[in-house]
Nanobody, 122 residues
Framework: QVQLVESGGGLVQAGGSLRLSCTAS???????MGWFRQASGKQREFLAT???????LYADSVKGRFTISRDNTRNSLYLQMNSLKPDDTAVYYC?????????????????WGQGTRVTVSS
């Protein structure tokens, strides 16, 4: 059974940093893995995705502040978040795709973690 488990969320002050991790079990993902978030009362939002080769795609809202990376040997995905703002407060989700293309659309992702909450105080 495939499982994605996120960790690293928490409470941080504005301007601070957090590093989220996601570990996949049950199979190895050869294609895109990404991060999304959902703030209270809002739709799920794409943040970043990375192909197995390391090629990445970012949303404009986080470009330059967030960095996505993956360790294929550990079947893990990471999101380094710097210069955090109160607007970054949300539940952050890891996702993995079995599609042979990179995408910012949540429908392209087949597996999802349960989410980890990030709260940024002002």
């Amino acid at each position: 059974q495939v499982q994605l488990v996120e960790s690293g969320g928490g409470l941080v002050q504005a301007g601070g940093s957090l590093r989220l991790s996601c570990t996949a079990s049950g199979r190895t993902f050869s294609y895109a893995m990404g991060w999304f978030r959902q703030a209270s009362g809002k739709q799920r939002e794409f943040l970043a995705t990375v192909w197995s080769t390391g090629n990445a795609l970012y949303a404009d809202s986080v470009k330059g502040r967030f960095t996505i990376s993956r360790d294929n040997t550990r079947n893990s995905l990471y999101l380094q978040m710097n210069s955090l703002k109160p607007d970054d407060t949300a539940v952050y989700y890891c996702a993995a795709s079995e599609q042979q293309y990179i995408s910012a659309y949540s429908a392209a992702y087949d597996y999802w973690g349960q989410g980890t909450r990030v709260t940024v105080s002002s």
